[in-house]
């Protein structure tokens, strides 16, 4: 596992926190950032010590804010923030999800503006360390910033809190389980099943979902079975105290200023953009690998990727020098370029707005200049925004996909047999692979509706506006799930193509080879089967990564 020394907040970067996040590395403080960290934690307790009105520390917050507190409430108030802003239930956000929240969490505690104590950060990490990881809602954050997804994982640190039941491969010590009634429906150890494969939100991992037996990412079992059932109750959660003493960890209480620190910002929302923005830099490589070879099997014209663009370049190199057809290709093919650089472009906004969450201050109050001030880093409007259009551009590309896709079952288009059938009227080939890919393309439509708008006045009119990020990045989640399978649909029919004589030749090897290793994880044939199992296999290729590197795409 790699290891990186912090010797100043912006060593923790993006790529960083995706690590942290998939826990593949680990993050120690250095000395000299302690003891920065020191010096600002003294300044920022030297500037409270006057009678001058902190907003969260010696106030109450939102509507309360006019409410002075005297020394005795000061000194609880920081934990009990925490306590009755826990107001979440599952979904929980997975285990990938909520460790990037609190590695982004991390990067902005240690920004000078927020003043926390080095003992703060360290907590942090040693959670990150020991992946006891706070279940964390993925739903109904209805506040201006994100007060209750990250009260959920402060009160984990203080003890009170629940965590997600330990990952696979690592002890699983005899926890005592937290009662309640799941709204939801979640399964007894963590969120539901989805029919989308991979989606962010709501696939399961390791110490969620249990797998039953037979068909991994199908969550079912064989006929005639019984699947396995978790005890871990209805909100699939576990006590916080018992977690952190089986860890080797202490419960800590926050001091002066440092629980509404923990409470500002966007850092669930910058995490999980985060993880998107990896999530749709593969897909979209995959996209292009998957559309050059729907282009050779149509035998598309290539002019319209002579137009210089990013992708019209990388499709041209995936495609090689086969043979060309029609004079002109259907307008699926013809607009898929333009419909991948539009995904690449809201990509890059995305990252840029992460790059902004994670560099400007985010804290308010913050401690700037020897002064604390207010700010509204905690709206995530940008980030927010963002998200909105990457999830458009990324609908899009799934609309594309399905169109191009229709195409491949068209003799007039390949040559190849009607629906791509091995014995046409008797096998329905790919049809109801290509209706299962209209189905999941008109679900999407529904998440490009802008989480930005809809705003609700909460906290009796203090709070009238919210940025509801967690419901953008949800948005996102469910279109690079429905993607991901839209991609499935037209990677099953290229290989049935395939198989039935189409694109012989042309294709670069690299490419011909990524689409083989495709062969070798599906049934051999081309008989009707149940296409369904198929699908979910080359789900989970797409989301192990296939083809994502391949010498050719951006």
Request: net charge negative; charged share 15%; glycine share 12%.
């Amino acid at each position: 596992m790699d290891h990186h020394e912090l010797t100043s907040p912006g060593d923790l970067d993006r790529r960083i926190i995706g690590e942290l996040a998939r826990g593949t590395c680990r993050v120690t403080l250095s000395p000299a950032l302690v003891n920065t960290l020191t010096t600002h934690r003294q300044h920022l307790l030297e500037a409270l010590s006057g009678d001058q009105p902190v907003y969260g520390v010696n106030t109450g917050m939102g509507a309360m804010a006019g409410v002075r507190l005297d020394p005795e409430a000061q000194q609880r108030h920081q934990d009990t923030l925490m306590t009755g802003r826990a107001v979440g239930s599952a979904p929980w956000l997975r285990r990938e999800e909520a460790r990037a929240l609190l590695a982004t969490r991390l990067r902005t505690l240690l920004h000078p503006a927020a003043g926390v104590s080095p003992a703060l950060c360290q907590h942090v990490i040693d959670l990150l360390d020991a992946d006891v990881i706070p279940a964390i809602p993925a739903r109904g954050s209805g506040a201006a910033g994100e007060i209750i997804p990250l009260a959920h994982a402060g009160a984990v640190l203080l003890g009170t809190g629940e965590v997600l039941p330990p990952a696979a491969g690592r002890p699983s010590p005899p926890l005592p389980v937290t009662a309640g009634h799941d709204p939801h429906g979640a399964t007894d150890a963590g969120p539901a099943l989805t029919t989308t494969g991979h989606n962010p939100h709501d696939a399961t991992d390791a110490g969620s979902a249990p797998t039953t037996t037979g068909h991994g990412s199908r969550g079912t079992t064989d006929a005639g079975s019984a699947p396995t059932a978790a005890g871990n109750g209805s909100r699939g959660t576990t006590d916080a105290g018992p977690a952190l003493a089986a860890a080797g960890l202490r419960p800590l209480s926050f001091e002066a200023k440092e629980g509404v620190a923990f409470l500002e910002g966007v850092p669930g929302l910058t995490g999980l953009a985060i993880l998107a923005t990896e999530h749709a830099r593969t897909l979209i490589a995959q996209n292009m690998v998957v559309a050059a070879a729907s282009h050779a099997l149509v035998r598309a014209n290539r002019d319209p990727l002579t137009v210089g663009s990013p992708a019209a370049d990388a499709l041209l190199r995936l495609l090689g020098d086969g043979p060309v057809g029609a004079l002109q290709a259907p307008v699926s093919f013809r607009v898929t370029a333009p419909a991948l650089d539009a995904a690449l472009r809201a990509t890059a906004a995305l990252e840029a707005a992460v790059d902004r969450a994670l560099t400007e201050v985010t804290d308010s109050p913050a401690y700037l200049d020897g002064r604390f001030v207010g700010t509204a880093g905690f709206a995530g409007t940008d980030l927010a925004a963002a998200c909105g259009a990457l999830t458009t551009a990324l609908v899009h590309l799934a609309d594309v996909g399905t169109a191009r896709l229709h195409r491949l079952l068209d003799p007039a288009h390949t040559g190849l047999p009607r629906q791509l059938s091995d014995t046409p009227g008797a096998h329905a080939g790919m049809v109801t692979v290509h209706k299962r890919a209209a189905g999941v393309a008109h679900r999407l439509r529904r998440f490009t509706l802008p989480a930005l708008g809809g705003t609700i006045e909460t906290s009796l009119g203090q709070e009238d506006v919210q940025s509801f990020g967690f419901e953008a990045a949800e948005c996102l989640g469910e279109a690079v799930g429905g993607l991901r399978d839209v991609l499935a649909c037209e990677l099953l029919a290229v290989h049935q193509a395939r198989l039935l004589g189409g694109e012989q030749g042309g294709l670069p090897g690299a490419v011909a080879a990524a689409l083989n290793e495709v062969a070798a994880v599906l049934p051999a044939g081309t008989a009707d089967r149940p296409f369904g199992r198929d699908l979910d296999r080359l789900i989970d290729v797409l989301a192990d990564g296939w083809a994502a590197d391949l010498p050719g795409t951006l």
